[in-house]
């Protein structure tokens, strides 16, 4: 996870995980030297092109956003994107008129 100490999402998710998961968990501290007017993100966030705060990189795809534990389940498991799929053909079905 990408995150920024400033970040009351990214709090939320450590929060989640608890202090002793976080203890090894593979969170990138994105402004390392703290924040003031001009301080350029870290390398390795600029590199994962975050955007916002936090993004997680799962199974190679970055997700903006806080994500409860049992969505992150579902990305790893790969449910996600399978779910997406679905309704995405449920969608094209309709508006191609065979839905109804």
């Known amino acids: 996870m990408y995150g920024a100490f400033w970040c009351s999402h990214c709090y939320e998710q450590k929060v989640t995980f608890g202090e002793k998961a976080m203890k090894t968990f593979p969170y990138v501290e994105c402004f390392p030297s703290g924040w003031k007017e001009g301080e350029q993100m870290d390398r390795a966030c600029k590199d994962?092109?975050?955007r916002a705060?936090?993004?997680?990189?799962?199974n190679g795809k970055s997700v903006e956003?806080?994500?409860?534990?049992?969505?992150i389940q579902d990305i790893l498991d790969g449910?996600?994107?399978?779910?997406?799929?679905?309704?995405?053909?449920?969608?094209?079905a309709v508006m191609s008129g065979e839905g109804f």
């Open 79 to 92: 449910r996600a994107e399978k779910e997406a799929a679905a309704a995405q053909e449920a969608l094209r």
């Open 48 to 50: 994962a092109k975050v």
């Open 53 to 58: 705060f936090p993004t997680w990189v799962i």
């Open 65 to 71: 956003g806080e994500l409860s534990l049992n969505a």
